[in-house]
């Protein structure tokens, strides 16, 4: 049986990608599944922040702090810059008046931190993890205070969140989980660990399946309702994304093409989960499509630029 769930694990690390892809089929034509999984969501983000910093390179780790300019950089540029960006595009382009709802979620997605599965979607490609926790850690950081901000700004209305309460609650998410990622790494010792990488990466495929199942739930009842509508979502809800990570890849390009991607991965997959948790049934039915629908470019995005960062870590190597 541990042979078994041992050559599963590396299996699922060896054709991550391919998982991937398949878990957001699965989310969508087999719901039942999503009902199921749909109440783990939270369990399942705790416990993939746990791998992540059980995986963290303890020396990238301290280069990184000794050198904090593309922590700075990158936290001012996701958290501040986009939102400010995006709400003024929205703004001039008359956006609120024309479609309300989409223009809310527009503006949410803009100002929400980014995914706390990345760090593990990063180390399945190949990229440079520890840089997008640590980066993610600094961003997610400020979004007590930045969410009510610009929602402020641009909504024109205080949606009621407390700042409080939810950077208690990420504070608690963040160092809890890096207490018993960082106790399993020492007790583990970094020999173990280096040996069963694979199975780690394993299971990385588990709880993303649990989490991206759970929480694409009822995405694929949209898609038969509305499919014109649901298509269309589809497609901006990719430009959105594309144009979140190439411009961040663009504008950190000097620092290296690992690091750059890495970056840009990170900034292009946001954590709208979050905005739902913190809103809940203040957000509009159309608002929640749109978030749902965005999901796709998030899963599926390691699969579609798994070619071209594999060229990149192949020049890397040479």
Known sequence: MKNLCSKLLTSLANNGTHALTLIVLIGIFIPAVGNVFKHFISESIFLLLCLSFLRLDIDKFKTNIKKPKIIILTTIWTALMIPMIIGLILKVTNMQELFPDLYLGFILHAVSSPMMATPALAALMGLDSTLVLITMISSTALIPFTVPLFIYLFVETAINISPLFLGVKLFLMLMGSA???IAFKKTLGKKNLNANKEKIDGLNI???FIFVTGIMQGVGQIFIERPLFSFGLLVLSFIVFSLFFFATVILFRKIGKLRAYSL????AQRNMGLMIAAMGEALPSLTLVYFAISQ?????????LHPFIKKVLEKIKS
Do not use: C, E
């Open 264 to 267: 840009g991965l990170m900034v």
């Open 296 to 304: 796709f470019p998030i899963y599926l995005s390691p699969q579609i």
């Open 206 to 208: 588990i709880l993303l």
């Open 179 to 181: 207490i018993i990622g």
